[in-house]
């Protein structure tokens, strides 16, 4: 998830050189079409988080938000990771969805006045 993030917010001509490229197949749902990503990067974008339910491992699902720099510059992302099993528990996607956005965004505060 976090690294869904951190692409999402690629200029327009790193995105275009990366969906050119041949995408790997980790589990039967990682995404692996340029349409398909393109269109989880703009959900990515509009939301500010994403979910990846067992897409790179299976068993494993995550939520990741982007952390932006003092110029509004998306550098680095914050997720959190558990077992499909019982992450995210049922009813709870968007409070910990929000948790973790509202925890990237306190970083971001963070770093910024850190200087």
């Known amino acids: 998830s976090s690294g869904q993030v951190l692409l999402a917010f690629r200029p327009a001509t790193s995105l275009q050189r990366y969906l050119g490229k041949p995408m790997e197949r980790f589990t039967d749902r990682t995404i692996v079409t340029g349409d398909a990503l393109l ?13 990846a339910r067992e ?34 528990s049922p009813g709870t996607e968007r409070a910990i969805a929000e948790q973790v956005v509202a925890t990237a965004a306190h970083i971001a505060a963070s770093l910024r006045h850190a200087g």
């Open 55 to 88: 897409e790179l491992d299976e068993g494993i699902s995550s939520v990741a938000a982007p952390i932006a720099d003092a110029d509004g510059e998306v550098v680095a992302a914050l997720h959190v990771h558990g077992p499909s099993y019982r992450f995210p």
């Open 39 to 51: 269109e989880r990067l703009r959900a990515i974008r509009r939301d500010g988080y994403t979910w």
